[in-house]
Protein backbone atom coordinates (compact mmCIF):
# COMPACT_ATOMS: atom_id res chain seq x y z
CA UNK A 1 0.00 0.00 0.00
CA UNK A 2 1.37 3.47 -0.49
CA UNK A 3 1.75 5.95 0.99
CA UNK A 4 -1.32 9.18 0.51
CA UNK A 5 2.21 11.49 0.08
CA UNK A 6 3.16 8.49 -2.97
CA UNK A 7 -0.47 8.84 -4.04
CA UNK A 8 -0.81 12.40 -4.21
CA UNK A 9 2.68 12.91 -5.93
CA UNK A 10 1.43 9.85 -8.49
CA UNK A 11 -2.07 11.83 -9.31
CA UNK A 12 -0.47 15.01 -9.76
CA UNK A 13 1.81 13.73 -12.30
CA UNK A 14 -0.50 12.03 -14.23
CA UNK A 15 -2.65 15.01 -14.07
CA UNK A 16 -0.20 17.33 -15.56
CA UNK A 17 0.87 14.53 -18.11
CA UNK A 18 -2.63 14.92 -18.97
CA UNK A 19 -3.02 18.09 -19.38
CA UNK A 20 0.12 18.42 -21.89
CA UNK A 21 -1.89 15.47 -24.01
CA UNK A 22 -5.00 17.39 -24.36
CA UNK A 23 -2.99 20.26 -25.45
CA UNK A 24 -1.80 17.73 -28.38
CA UNK A 25 -5.72 16.18 -28.54
CA UNK A 26 -4.05 12.69 -27.84
CA UNK A 27 -7.10 11.13 -26.43
CA UNK A 28 -5.67 7.70 -26.41
CA UNK A 29 -3.21 8.91 -24.02
CA UNK A 30 -5.34 10.87 -22.09
CA UNK A 31 -8.23 7.78 -21.78
CA UNK A 32 -4.82 5.33 -20.45
CA UNK A 33 -3.58 8.17 -17.87
CA UNK A 34 -7.29 8.86 -16.71
CA UNK A 35 -7.59 4.78 -16.08
CA UNK A 36 -4.56 5.24 -13.89
CA UNK A 37 -5.34 8.48 -12.49
CA UNK A 38 -8.97 6.50 -11.62
CA UNK A 39 -6.91 3.59 -9.82
CA UNK A 40 -5.48 6.27 -7.55
CA UNK A 41 -8.39 7.85 -6.84
CA UNK A 42 -9.96 4.65 -5.42
CA UNK A 43 -6.94 4.21 -3.42
CA UNK A 44 -6.76 7.94 -1.75
CA UNK A 45 -11.01 7.01 -1.26
CA UNK A 46 -10.76 3.87 0.64
CA UNK A 47 -7.86 5.77 3.20
CA UNK A 48 -10.47 8.77 3.31
CA UNK A 49 -13.76 6.24 4.42
CA UNK A 50 -11.23 4.76 6.73
CA UNK A 51 -10.21 8.01 8.65
CA UNK A 52 -13.85 10.19 7.80
CA UNK A 53 -16.58 10.95 10.98
CA UNK A 54 -19.33 8.91 11.14
CA UNK A 55 -21.33 12.31 9.91
CA UNK A 56 -19.04 12.12 6.82
CA UNK A 57 -19.39 8.77 6.32
CA UNK A 58 -23.18 9.23 6.00
CA UNK A 59 -23.08 11.51 3.36
CA UNK A 60 -20.32 9.72 0.70
CA UNK A 61 -20.91 7.68 -1.90
CA UNK A 62 -19.86 4.02 -2.33
CA UNK A 63 -17.48 4.53 -5.07
CA UNK A 64 -15.63 7.75 -6.04
CA UNK A 65 -16.49 7.55 -9.04
CA UNK A 66 -19.13 10.12 -9.55
CA UNK A 67 -17.33 12.91 -7.46
CA UNK A 68 -14.76 15.90 -9.31
CA UNK A 69 -11.17 15.17 -7.66
CA UNK A 70 -8.17 17.55 -7.34
CA UNK A 71 -5.31 18.14 -5.53
CA UNK A 72 -3.99 21.72 -3.82
CA UNK A 73 -0.16 21.10 -4.21
CA UNK A 74 0.70 24.01 -1.58
CA UNK A 75 -1.55 21.86 0.95
CA UNK A 76 -1.25 18.82 0.20
CA UNK A 77 -5.04 18.48 0.21
CA UNK A 78 -6.55 16.14 -2.06
CA UNK A 79 -10.27 17.29 -2.71
CA UNK A 80 -13.87 14.65 -3.31
CA UNK A 81 -16.35 17.22 -4.76
CA UNK A 82 -20.17 16.68 -4.74
CA UNK A 83 -23.78 17.71 -5.26
CA UNK A 84 -25.03 18.44 -1.62
CA UNK A 85 -27.33 15.34 -1.13
CA UNK A 86 -29.49 18.50 1.53
CA UNK A 87 -29.73 20.04 -1.57
CA UNK A 88 -29.97 17.58 -4.69
CA UNK A 89 -34.08 18.45 -4.89
CA UNK A 90 -33.44 22.40 -5.45
CA UNK A 91 -32.64 23.92 -8.35
CA UNK A 92 -29.63 25.35 -6.74
CA UNK A 93 -25.91 23.60 -7.63
CA UNK A 94 -24.51 23.61 -3.93
CA UNK A 95 -21.45 21.75 -3.80
CA UNK A 96 -19.67 19.74 -1.08
CA UNK A 97 -16.06 19.13 -0.74
CA UNK A 98 -14.50 15.86 1.14
CA UNK A 99 -10.76 16.24 1.57
CA UNK A 100 -7.40 14.44 3.21
CA UNK A 101 -4.40 15.53 4.11
CA UNK A 102 -0.97 13.79 4.33
CA UNK A 103 -1.94 13.03 8.28
CA UNK A 104 -5.37 11.47 7.21
CA UNK A 105 -7.62 14.28 8.47
CA UNK A 106 -10.85 14.43 6.67
CA UNK A 107 -12.31 17.28 6.50
CA UNK A 108 -15.97 19.01 5.13
CA UNK A 109 -16.64 21.99 2.98
CA UNK A 110 -19.93 22.82 2.75
CA UNK A 111 -20.59 25.36 0.05
CA UNK A 112 -17.62 24.82 -1.69
CA UNK A 113 -16.56 26.94 -4.68
CA UNK A 114 -14.57 26.22 -7.75
CA UNK A 115 -11.75 28.37 -8.10
CA UNK A 116 -9.64 29.26 -11.34
Not at 16 to 29: I, V
Not at 31 to 39: G, L
Not at 71 to 81: K, L
Not at 86 to 107: H, P, Q
Request: glycine share 4%; with cysteine; proline share 2%.
Amino acid sequence: MSSLSELFKEWNELNNKAGASMGQFDFSTIKEIRKEQSELENSIYEVLKKSASDEILKILPEECGEMEMGYETNGNIFYFVMLDPKFIESEETILLAITINLTNKVSLIKNFEIKD
